[in-house]
């Protein structure tokens, strides 16, 4: 984490007199190196900073929101929201296109507060380690929940990288990714992913931005999820 470090230079003048010793009557004191003590906010201020749904360019609808609802009692340090974007394409147009599902186009702002700088910054270098595996070409594997459902695997291929957005540190991931059935079949449109996550101070933000990987919204989802983390940084300021 990169620390501001001020240093104050003070020229000491001696004077001496005229037939006598030098005088430090007056003289300037040498102030102390200081660094700045890193950003400590809290839980409150987190959920504060939380955009409304008209504060994410294409948002529909908010469709969850912590606190506020059973699950986020586990993560008590934790505020988050989602909100659905408004389609690139109806159902009817998706199923016409691709012959399959695609799941609605989101983002997610996600930020907690930690115990201190150290422990933010480890949380963001281990989700990034998780992130490994869906650098180059990846596949995960669904799985059967029951009968009649399972859940999604996905395959495609991804990037992570380093990011810097002021005084803020972290990593962007991106995945261009379809979704697949537990025997390996294509079972969605094709989706970008891209993941935003820093720190600075005790705190850790996190955006996720999920679209349709259409020729008309090429891009949107990086510039979406950027343009809504440097807002949410921007409000704790």
Same mark, same amino acid.
């Not at 996600?110 to 281990?126: G, I």
């Given at each position: ?34 660094t ?14 939380l ?33 659905q974007?408004?389609p690139?394409?109806?159902?009817e ?13 989101n983002? !997610? /702002?996600? $930020?907690?507060?930690?115990? +201190? @700088?150290?422990a &933010?910054?480890? =949380?963001? %270098?281990? *989700? #990034? ?18 009968d ?12 992570v ?44 933000? !996190? /955006?996720? $931005?999920?679209?349709?990987? +259409? @020729?008309?919204? &090429?891009?949107? =989802?990086? %510039?979406? *999820? #950027? ?11």
């Amino acid at each position: 984490m990169t620390r501001l470090v001020v240093t104050l230079a003070v020229t000491l003048a001696v004077l001496a007199g005229c037939g006598g010793s030098a005088s430090d009557e007056g003289a300037p004191q040498r102030a102390a190196a200081t660094t700045a003590a890193p950003a400590v906010r809290t839980v409150a201020e987190l959920e504060a900073a939380l955009p409304r749904t008209n504060q994410v360019p294409g948002g529909d609808e908010k469709v969850f929101s912590c606190p506020g609802e059973e699950s986020c009692r586990a993560h008590p340090d934790r505020v988050s929201v989602g909100v659905q974007l408004e389609p690139s394409l109806t159902d009817e147009q998706v199923k016409k296109r691709y012959g399959v599902y695609v799941l609605p186009e989101n983002l !997610q /702002v996600t $930020a907690e507060a930690w115990k +201190d @700088e150290s422990a &933010a910054e480890q =949380a963001v %270098a281990d *989700a #990034r380690a998780e992130q490994r595996r869906f650098v180059g070409r990846f596949a995960t594997k669904g799985k059967d929940t029951s009968d009649t459902s399972y859940t999604f695997g996905s395959k495609g291929v991804g990037t992570v990288d380093d990011l810097t957005m002021g005084e803020w540190e972290g990593y962007v991931g991106r995945r261009e990714e379809v979704l697949t059935n537990p025997d390996g079949d294509t079972d969605s449109a094709p989706v970008v992913s891209i993941t935003l996550h820093v720190s600075n101070g005790n705190t850790t933000v !996190q /955006v996720v $931005a999920s679209v349709l990987d +259409d @020729e008309a919204r &090429a891009g949107d =989802a990086e %510039a979406l *999820a #950027r343009q809504v983390a440097e807002e949410y940084i921007g409000r704790l300021a």
